[in-house]
């Protein structure tokens, strides 16, 4: 039904493509968010469809048949060429050729795709109704929905009450365990290994830790320790920092600090690239995702071709204007954090007239919809406020003071958040201590304060202290 090779994208004739609806996605069997990026694919793969943007996918408990695995539930936004009835045969024969069978109605399935709404019209036959006869009465209907397009009305119909669908979302009664959203970390390497997932919205999330393996000579911490290490070396570390509580290795070959000489994309990839495929042999590491510290698309692809599951750009795709688009071919996880200008300019462009955490907010949005309009899906975006970069040491901390209030910008709800505040200056300068290595009480300060805000990741240099430090916060913070 459809061809092997799902990375190449089909030419899409926009002048057929006039319509525009909803559809909405889920999933409670085997790998769940590839099944749904893998159902993405294959509407899209003969050009009838065009996939416009995604929700975040939200883990729920299964509602009507309870003795089933949890969901994953997620709505898209797509333009298409199809009627009514022809979207639904097409996606019924997606479903088919992805093998789904239904045992009992509302059971357990790989994929379920259901067509939400479609432009304003509305349908009404033995096969299909649209709007979605219980998408009102569904929250992982609804708030999915919501994300794309909160203040949409439901076509005016006969017994369809009115409001939006926002108005109708916060009529619903609260659940005792909230959905919440899943980001997974793993990228599309591995379907064997334990899947490492972000669930931002549960109060009881243990917060991730991403450790920092700079391959420089020159970042402002630790530069040169890794820096041409033999492998012996290189192994003890890694599995030093996987044993104390690592679940993201965060490898760079190019410092961002302030000054910082630019390398070649060629010198950067042979300092990752054997890196990563050292963390990729070792057992130990399977379940364990890898970073890779770069603003450049070449060496993004090559790192994730190599192994790696994240892409952590500084500059949100700002430095290489080809950056999202590559992402979003690979399928893997992105971090976008905020910066202005370059390591060498970003000291002069800390001013925010408006308040920094709100600019800081509006631009990371205007980030965030680059990389949908790119093909990026929302659930494979995690967000950083970018501490120390263009901000000066009164920007960092209303940023860590007011993380909670960055979390809910209207646009950005729902998202994953990474905070780096390890060993970094302004820490420095608050507490006294120079030498960037000896900055572990304020360091350790400054990560539960990103705990207490909301932070789903610390990026941080001593795995085993802050992993205690996040530990002792999550307990404090995360009940």
């Given at each position: 039904m459809t061809p092997k090779d799902l990375s190449v994208k089909p030419a899409h004739t926009s002048a057929r493509m006039k319509h525009r609806a909803f559809i909405a996605l889920g999933s409670n069997l085997g790998d769940r968010v590839a099944m749904i990026e893998q159902a993405c694919r294959w509407m899209e793969h003969d050009g009838q469809i065009k996939v416009l943007r995604t929700s975040s996918l939200w883990e729920t408990k299964a509602m009507y048949v309870l003795d089933q695995d949890k969901f994953v539930n997620g709505a898209c936004e797509i333009e298409t060429s199809l009627s009514p009835m022809d979207l639904l045969d097409k996606l019924q024969s997606v479903e088919k050729g992805m093998g789904r069978v239904k045992l009992i109605d509302k059971g357990p399935r790989n994929i379920d795709l259901d067509i939400l709404l479609y432009d304003d019209e509305t349908v009404l036959n033995e096969r299909l109704q649209i709007p979605h006869k219980l998408m009102l009465e569904r929250e992982f209907v609804l708030r999915p929905l919501c994300e794309l397009i909160p203040d949409k009305s439901l076509p005016r119909q006969r017994g369809m009450p009115t409001g939006t669908l926002q108005d109708h979302l916060v009529t619903l009664p609260s659940l005792p365990d909230p959905i919440s959203p899943l980001t997974p970390l793993l990228g599309p390497r591995s379907l064997t290994a334990t899947l490492p997932t972000i669930t931002s919205h549960h109060s009881s999330r243990d917060t991730k830790i991403m450790s920092i393996l700079n391959i420089t000579p020159d970042s402002f911490s630790d530069g040169g320790q890794l820096f041409n290490a033999h492998k012996d070396?290189?192994?003890?570390?890694?599995?030093?920092?996987?044993?104390?509580?690592?679940?993201?290795?965060?490898?760079?070959?190019?410092?961002?600090?302030?000054?910082?000489?630019?390398?070649?994309?060629?010198?950067?990839?042979?300092?990752?690239?054997?890196?990563?495929?050292?963390?990729?042999?070792?057992?130990?590491?399977?379940?364990?995702?890898?970073?890779?510290?770069?603003?450049?698309?070449?060496?993004?692809?090559?790192?994730?071709?190599?192994?790696?599951?994240?892409?952590?750009?500084?500059?949100?795709?700002?430095?290489?204007?080809?950056?999202?688009d590559t992402v979003a071919g690979l399928g893997c996880t992105i971090c976008l954090m905020h910066m202005r200008g370059t390591s060498e300019t970003m000291n002069q462009l800390a001013s925010y007239p408006d308040g920094v955490v709100e600019t800081v907010g509006r631009e990371l949005l205007q980030r965030v919809q680059a990389a949908e309009s790119a093909g990026i899906r929302r659930w494979r975006i995690i967000l950083d406020p970018g501490i120390g970069f263009a901000k000066t040491q009164d920007h960092n901390l209303e940023l860590l003071r007011r993380l909670g209030d960055l979390r809910a910008f209207p646009g950005l709800q729902g998202l994953p958040w990474?905070?780096?505040?390890?060993?970094?200056?302004?820490?420095?300068?608050?507490?006294?201590?120079?030498?960037?290595?000896?900055?572990?009480?304020?360091?350790?300060?400054?990560?539960?304060?990103?705990?207490?805000?909301?932070?789903?990741?610390?990026?941080?240099?001593?795995?085993?202290?802050?992993?205690?430090?996040?530990?002792?916060?999550?307990?404090?913070?995360?009940?």
């Open positions: 070396a290189l192994t003890q570390t890694i599995r030093t920092h996987i044993a104390a509580g690592a679940t993201i290795l965060d490898l760079g070959g190019q410092s961002t600090r302030p000054g910082a000489v630019q390398i070649s994309a060629k010198e950067e990839l042979s300092r990752v690239v054997p890196v990563i495929q050292l963390v990729r042999s070792l057992p130990e590491a399977s379940n364990v995702a890898i970073s890779v510290d770069t603003y450049r698309a070449g060496v993004a692809a090559e790192a994730v071709r190599a192994g790696a599951d994240i892409v952590n750009d500084v500059s949100a795709g700002l430095m290489d204007d080809a950056m999202l990474l905070v780096g505040t390890s060993r970094k200056a302004f820490v420095g300068r608050i507490t006294g201590v120079k030498e960037a290595k000896e900055r572990t009480w304020g360091t350790a300060a400054a990560v539960t304060a990103a705990i207490q805000g909301g932070a789903d990741i610390i990026r941080v240099h001593d795995v085993e202290k802050m992993g205690q430090v996040a530990k002792m916060a999550d307990a404090l913070w995360r009940v």
